[in-house]
């Protein structure tokens, strides 16, 4: 064998020690250097921040403190704006009284129900008044019924300084007077209906049955005549309301009356006479000194305000188990108690510890924990849920004993004892049980039911609205027909949700002509447009799943006033309450800065729009965010502005037009803030991913809303603004407070 070949090393050449010590060497220098250039970049980008937050803060001061220079002549042309304020309160006040000589000149006969003397003589002379015709009552039932709705009017619409708590007093009383008096006469005409049931004898059954009605009242009576088992149940074809009677009180003497008022005169007063928050107007110069110290003061005054209504006394209570007004005039106290001068503000801000009432101060949150809550569930809570469609009066009657013909004689025998209830079930038998009564109502088609309404019984024991004693309900949304069960006879109401339409999805306030405009809300349910011109405003439409509705109450021109009575009457609540915090999550704001900036809104309605941004929830509880957008030409920039009081902040949306914006003009949109001191424009937008307060560039700060948009507005826009009638700014500023739309939507 040959010698062996030597293996070839397949190991790599070994690193000498010397190597490796360069080679950590020059890998170190290299760390060293990397680190240096770092550390040098970022001392550089720190110089450069520093230097760019040095130049920012140097032009934010030069810009606070061009603000601060010409903030006292910004204040004063604010000022002399809001004097237009004042202007419609002294109209309003010189109104009120033309109207009241405007009556006494009429001499029509109708009596002026301001007047004691007047309006007692009236319901006199009608107590007094034999004719107990069902027709003649209806009739005469709407002029009580215009009577009420005077009174309701004042009370909902003169100021406090105007009206004394003795005449509060004296219209609460004459309401709930007229409102018994009214019943009592349609008991009357019941009754004297009852006494005749043969002149009414169905051809078919025998049974007498009748149907009458007019715009307030649908009167539906029977009478079992013949007292057979198989017509123990019927249905009034004329008005869609049917009952089905247990077997019992078909072999009876009885008589059932369905009388449906399309008003509620059942419920507390209070709920009929909510006013809305109202403020005076300050003076511009006095709300820069003040306004922090303001704030404290009209919470303390929203905690008091809110104080839920107590319960009557016995002594409190009317005769038939309404209650009186003079337990009301404790509940009407509501937001509208905040109203205060300038004056009175200023000496409780001098007394006040203003910090201590900064850390003490309740937030609405813990007012509501000390409020009485409701621990009966079958008790309906009148704050969340509110009769609609007006109150269903649902009796059994025991029949009066009938004419009789012997000969050529009419024989009657006569009992005066009234209109006699038929007890059921049995008052000796109460342990018993004992069929129900089967009730089939027809909704009203000139109400909105959003959800199946909630069917109540009034209990004039508590004085309340009570869910037991109904049960098997079926509603029928299509036919609008609801049938459920009664373990006896009741006087029912359907109830809804009174903040089923808040918060809204989105607002649009715009210009729509000289003193003309647009304020559009669009909730979950439907679309509200409300039309502005002049002293008055109109309900222009309600789109309800692409259709319009309530054409029965759209096109009239009304009050602001009117306005809130007749969609509440139709079930479209876009009107917070007091207490409609507790039920909504609401965007919180402080409230003077929510409505200093209504009214400043108001005063340039005439030319510029406003409408909803998503980053008024965002913002925060200190300012006010809303977006803005120029339109055509003639059109200013938009501009925005934010409002900040020292706890609370509210954002509004706003967008900015002139008296030539048309419906497809509005493009781009900016964003602005205020706080109430300050206004500015935002850089972002509607699209941004994260809200941020930076500043526009080339734009400054202003001291009102109204100075913050001149920057960007033409002269005609301006102009428009300065020659806007107070009576238009007013109804303006009333529909704003009273949809409250920074903190409900």
Known sequence: MGPKKKKKSSGKKKVSKAEQLRLQKEEEERRLKEEEEAQFQAQQEAAARLEKERIEQEQMEKLEAKDQERRESELGELHSLEQKFLSAEQWKTDYRAYGKWEHYLSCDGSPD??????????????????????????????????LIEKLQFLLLDTPPSEITEKETVQYQESILELQNLLHQKYNGATEHLLKTANMYEDSETGNMQAVIKDKNVTFCIWANLKKKVRLKNHMFCDAQHGFDLPKSLAMSSVAVRILHTHYDHVSPLWLQCQSVPRLEVLDSKELTQHSKDNVEELEEEEKKAREEPSMPTEEEMCSDGRKSAVSFKET???IADINETEEEIEKKSEILDVPSQVQHLLTQEEINEKDESITDENIVDLQQFVPVGGVYHIDALQLPPQVKQIKDWSMVEVLNVGLQVYPY?????????????????????????????VIARWDPAGQQWRTDGISNITYERQAKSITFEMRAFYTIALLQDAHLNMPYQAWELRPTGTDEALLIVTTVFATIQIQIKGNQCMLSSVVVEEKDVLSHVTGKWISPVDLRAVLKKAGVNIFPGAYSHKYVSVNKKAPLAEVRTYQQMALVASAFAFAWSKWNLEAGQEQVVFKESGAAAGVAKPCILQRQTRWKILVLTQYLVSEHLKADSVKDWSLYMFNGQKAQKLKITETSEAFSEELEEDSEFHSTLYHMLKDFASKEAIDKVETASFLFIDVVYQLLLATRVLTYS
Request: negative net charge; hydrophobic residues 35%; without cysteine.
């Open 425 to 453: 079930p049995p008052e000796e038998a109460e342990d018993a049980t004992h069929p129900p009564i089967q009730i089939t109502l027809r909704l009203s088609d000139n109400v909105m039911y959003f959800e199946d309404p």
């Open 332 to 334: 009407s106290n509501s």
């Open 113 to 146: 129900p301001t007047v004691l003397q007047e309006i007692n003589t009236f319901m006199s002379l009608w107590r007094e008044d034999q004719n107990e015709d069902i027709q003649l009552v209806m009739e005469k039932g709407e002029q009580v019924l215009n």
